[in-house]
Structures are given as C-alpha cells and as structure tokens.
C-alpha cells in the first residue's frame, strides 16, 4: 500500500474505534475532511452520518448551510432559524441581529430579518413567536436574555390597563388593583393626577366626572386651552391609540408607532388602511390605497379651511381662543422635529418652524395656528358642516358610503348628515 492509502486506512480505522462507523460511513467523513470544502469537525460529520443520508454528494448538500444575511456556507450545526420560515442564519449573524434588534428597534419588528414573517400583530403569533426566539437567545447569547426580557416586560405593561404615564413627569407605573376612584398618585414625583381621563389633578375634579372636569378646564384654564407655555408640551406628545406608548409629534399628521408599527391619524386617533378589505373600513368603500375615514372635524380637513372660517366656526361656539401676539415676534418660534438616525440609534432634532408671522395669529404662522385653532374645534366636538361648502360636504360623506343618495338642498343635506353621521 502506498503511504497516501497507509493514511487513509489509519484515518478510517480511529473513525470506527472511536465513534463506532461502519465502512461506508467512515470512507464518507474521511472524504468530506479531505475536501477542500469542508470546514467541519468530526464531530459534526458523525453527528449528520448517524441521521442521513450516506451519498457523498447529498451529504454535502445537508452539512451546507447557506446563511440569509452574509450568504456564507456553514455547517448545519451553526446554523439557526426562526422557525416560522425557511430562513436561516449563521450564530454571528444571529448575535448581531438581535443584538441591534434588542437595542434600537420596536419589539413588534423581532420577526425574520429577511422575509419577515411571522405577523406579530396576532397576538398569539407573536407570544409563541417569542417563547421560541428566547430560548435561541439564551442559547447563543445568554448575556443579551436580560435586555430581552426587560423587553417584553415594558411591552405587555403598555397593553396592561392598569399601566399609565404620569402627565407630571412622563414615568410610567403600575397602579394598583386595589385602587379606587380617579385620583392616582405618581411614586416617582408624588403628584396626583386622573386615571381615567389622564389630566393632572386639580381640587375642581373633585365630586365631578372626566366630561365635567373636561368642561371646566375649556372654560377656565388658559392651560388646557393650549394658550401658554403648556400648549408646547402637549401639542408634541402623541399616543397610540393601540399600545398608548407616547411619540414626538412631527410635522405631519400621519404617525408609524415605534412600537406597535400602527399608522394612525395623530389628531383624530384613528387607524390608517392599506387595505379596504380591514374591518376598521366602512362597509361599501372601495379605496385601496393607504387612507383613513377621518371625521369631519378632524384637522385632516381643517387645515383645509380659511383662517376666518374656523374663528367663525368656534366664535359661534363660544370657544375662546387667543390671536394675541408679543409686537417683537416676526417669525414663528414653534418646534419642529424631525426623526433621524445617528450611530444606529433613531435620534430627534429640533428646529424652529421660521415661517412669517401674521398679524392677529397669536404670535404662530397661519400653518401652526390654524392647528391651534383646529385641535379646540375637535377637542370640543365642534361639527363643521356650517363652514362646508355642499361639494365638500357630498365629498365627506360619499367617502364614508359611496353609493349614498343625497338631498340637493343645503339645508335639508345638513340635517340629514347629522343625523346620519353624528360628531361622536
């Protein structure tokens, strides 16, 4: 025998003694680790051969593993999935993933990086989906299962009824079972304010509902009015209406939550449709493109409107609202802020707005203060069909039924939308 057969002979033979292969099987892994293409232990060539196939050629075809993400070859040990689809991923890739994954993106994008499935707004797609990504993180990296965990806990308190923000502070908490009434008492500031209709508390809540207190608050504190400096902090706060975590407002009305991934109005709160076919949709609309059935006093259609219409709209409510300005103010000092991304993390910048002031517009840019004005008209459930033209008024309708027949008088088309179609 030649000294290449004395090798292979030799090779073969602690092949069988030590893992216990017969013939085939052992000429087989002595062929893989000769190939150049072979990157695996023995080991691993056992582990297969003992399981699969003994052709050569398919056994290469099993032991190689393609990863989605670096397109690299490995074993099928180093290899992992997610189970909801065919994708796999090597451990590197996989660490790096999540790692970023855990860091700066929403817990509800935690599906494959690649065709990402599965869907995590099904709620026990989602649970499942996280039971089984957990126990591959602990596997491969057990020092990210702390972060992760902390994860799903902020989540599930958001979805929790009892979980709320304090409007003092911004810190959330867990209220008690055992607590009673609206008058909640923040552990991190030690103020108060209402569960129910989450304002700060004042002593004039006190024996009255939310819908009361609301009430006193429009005619008596130029805070709740948006008329000071308050009108700052909450015009650039806005809740998901589905998992309530609060976002920045941005200069468009068309908000993505970081968290949940829902689209939604940020005025009127309701639920943007790629698919009319949603059951969110109103029965008979055919608009398949992205859209919302906003109410008709929404801002999606006030800003739409004159200056002068919608001063006259709430003049006739008897709703106050400030046109006065400083005379040393020229431009529009509102915030305007923009989501950006630096270092891997989403980051926020703030500039001022600049547009020209005008006169008798409470110091802001016709843009900004027709949104002052817009957000009292739906704030106080105004309905805006006095300040609608007919066309406008057929237009709203038939976007919430289409093949709706119509009065052509104007008087006799008003009354029949509020009755039909009442501001809720």
């Known amino acids: 025998m030649t000294r290449d057969t004395d090798y292979k002979v030799s090779v073969r033979v602690v092949l069988q003694r030590t893992y216990r292969l017969d013939d085939q099987v052992a000429d087989t892994v002595f062929q893989l680790l000769?190939?150049?293409?072979?990157?695996?232990?023995?080991?691993?060539?056992?582990?297969?051969?003992?399981?699969?196939e003994r052709d050569f050629e398919k056994a290469k075809g099993v032991l190689n593993r393609q990863c989605c993400i670096c397109m690299e070859y490995y074993p099928f040990t180093r290899i992992r999935g997610l189970f909801y689809c065919r994708c796999e991923y090597c451990f590197g890739c996989f660490v790096s993933w999540i790692e970023n994954a855990i860091k700066s993106t929403p817990i509800l994008q935690w599906n494959c990086p690649v065709c990402r499935s599965p869907d995590l707004d099904q709620e026990s797609c989602a649970e499942s989906h996280f039971q089984l990504l957990y126990s591959v993180v602990m596997n491969l990296a057990p020092h990210l299962s702390d972060r992760f965990i902390q994860k799903l806990y902020e989540y599930s308190l958001?979805?929790?009824?009892?979980?709320?923000?304090?409007?003092?502070?911004?810190?959330?908490?867990?209220?008690?079972?055992?607590?009673?009434?609206?008058?909640?008492?923040?552990?991190?500031?030690?103020?108060?304010?209402?569960f129910h209709c989450k304002k700060k508390w004042l002593d004039q809540h006190e024996g009255v509902n939310c819908d009361e207190f609301s009430q006193w608050l429009r005619e008596n504190d130029p805070e709740f009015q948006l008329l000071d400096g308050e009108r700052t902090m909450a015009a650039t706060e806005i809740r998901c209406p589905k998992c309530r975590l609060a976002?920045?407002?941005?200069?468009?009305?068309?908000f993505t939550c970081l968290e949940c991934n829902l689209e939604f109005c940020g005025d009127c709160k309701r639920e943007m449709i790629r698919n009319h076919a949603s059951p969110v949709c109103n029965s008979g609309c055919d608009n398949k493109g992205l859209h919302c059935h906003h109410p008709r006093n929404c801002f999606h259609y006030m800003r739409d409107y004159s200056v002068d219409d919608l001063e006259r709209l709430l003049m006739e409510n008897d709703i106050a609202f400030m046109i006065d300005s400083p005379s040393d103010v020229t431009v529009c000092s509102e915030m305007l802020q923009t989501e950006e991304e630096e270092g891997g993390e989403r980051v926020l910048r703030e500039t001022e707005c600049g547009k020209e002031v005008k006169p008798n517009q409470a110091g802001l840019c016709e843009v900004h203060y027709?949104?002052?004005?817009?957000r009292l008209?739906?704030?106080?459930?105004?309905?805006?069909?006095?300040?609608?033209?007919?066309?406008?008024?057929?237009?709203?309708?038939h976007s919430e039924q289409p093949d709706l027949t119509l009065p052509t008088n104007r008087n006799e088309l008003i009354e029949f939308v509020k009755e039909n179609f009442p501001i809720a």
């Open 377 to 397: 008209i739906s704030n106080n459930h105004l309905d805006p069909l006095d300040i609608m033209t007919d066309a406008q008024i057929v237009t709203w309708v």
């Open 158 to 194: 958001r979805n929790d009824p009892l979980f709320f923000n304090c409007p003092h502070c911004n810190h959330g908490f867990m209220r008690s079972d055992s607590s009673t009434g609206g008058k909640t008492k923040c552990p991190h500031c030690h103020k108060h304010m209402c």
């Open 247 to 254: 976002l920045v407002k941005l200069s468009s009305i068309h």
């Open 34 to 52: 000769e190939s150049s293409e072979s990157s695996f232990t023995v080991g691993e060539l056992v582990e297969i051969f003992t399981n699969c």
């Open 370 to 374: 027709k949104e002052q004005l817009g």
